[in-house]
């Protein structure tokens, strides 16, 4: 103690105290400052998703319309039902509605089939781009919207019905005008 005593006394003499306060503030602050260690996992886009084994092109199915009003038009069980009957061939899937564009085409819908319980569209296809697959592998994806057209007539009852309904393409989107959608992967 008394030898820090006298090293004070010394350093007010020769008018050091003031630069050594300095210091003693400059480490009390690099003593205050803690640093953290965070564990950080690096991991393949390949391991990430669920299904991370899973080979393209991925089967996918769903529902993708049911009997309501969804925008302008009212879909009557009767015009949905008919919309299946004469359905053949495919539907393009494509992303958010871009039907004009061929990049935006990833897979295909093959099948379509009439719920008479829950009364609505189901579909069946695949999808042929890998990002997209493990999208909806991760559920980061989780709906479609299919662009339809359609005859318009008015009914006294719904409005504007959809008659004679033709599928243009079915879309992986964000959130579908049908609210009952569903978009699921068959591994």
Do not use: C
């Amino acid at each position: 103690m008394d030898f820090l005593k006298t090293e004070e006394n010394l350093m007010r003499e020769v008018g050091h105290v003031e630069f050594l306060s300095r210091i003693d503030t400059a480490m009390d602050k690099i003593k205050n400052q803690i640093s953290e260690v965070i564990p950080v996992t690096l991991k393949s886009s390949e391991s990430l998703s669920k299904g991370s084994k899973f080979t393209l092109p991925l089967k996918i199915k769903g529902k993708m319309l049911g009997v309501g009003r969804h925008l302008e038009r009212y879909y009557t069980e009767e015009e949905l039902k008919k919309s299946v009957d004469k359905f053949k061939g495919t539907i393009p899937l494509k992303l958010d509605h871009r039907h004009r564009e061929a990049s935006s085409t990833i897979g295909v819908i093959t099948n379509l089939i009439w719920n008479p319980v829950e009364r609505v569209v189901m579909y069946e296809g695949h999808i042929n781009d890998e990002t997209h697959a493990r999208n909806v592998l991760d559920e980061v994806t989780t709906e479609v919207s299919a662009t339809i057209f359609s005859l318009k007539q008015y009914n006294e009852l719904f409005g504007i019905v959809g008659r004679e309904l033709e599928y243009v393409e079915l879309s992986l989107v964000e959130e579908g005008a049908y609210s009952g959608n569903t978009l699921n992967a068959e591994l």
